[in-house]
């Protein structure tokens, strides 16, 4: 089977449940977003120094999936929706890498390589964030989708800072 099927050809896109939209919809934008962010994840995932944000990385793509399969879900129940569990683990996440960067002001962002590939990374969750809540206005959102993309930014942030920390890269900035 081929992937050119050429039902996109004007300007309509099929769902994962199956409706076809155009695809300039904010629903499309929702998850073409992440779309995106998931590849400049997986491009982050060979820069990143520290083995355990590299799986973390990884772990994450594989949610972002599920995310982007419940955004392209209308009429039909996603099978494998976000819960808090996911939630719950970006969290504690997060409270672990502030544990041991231990931040002291504004950062200077894009120290190395690496971290400077996660925060594009952030931004991109953060437009992501943006999408859904524009998507959420006029159809209902999972309170966990947006909790999970809000949360995914800010860990992005924090592991940016670990690879930092990592080779003592991170700069503040100064007034």
Known sequence: MSISTKTGDKGQTSLWSGERISKDDIRVEAYGTLD??????GEARHFVKIEENRQLLEEI???LSRVMGELASVQKKFHNPIGLSEVEMLTNQVHKYEEI???????????TLQSAKLDVC???ARRAERRILSLNKDN???EFIIAFVNRLSDL???MARH???AVNALKYKTS
Do not use: A, P
Request: charged share 25%.
């Open 36 to 41: 995106e962010l998931d590849s400049h994840i």
């Open 61 to 63: 793509q594989s949610i």
């Open 101 to 111: 960067v231990k931040l002291k002001g504004f950062v200077l962002l894009g120290n």
């Open 122 to 124: 952030r931004t991109i």
């Open 140 to 142: 209902s959102v999972s």
């Open 156 to 158: 992005l942030y924090m």
């Open 163 to 165: 690879e930092e920390k």
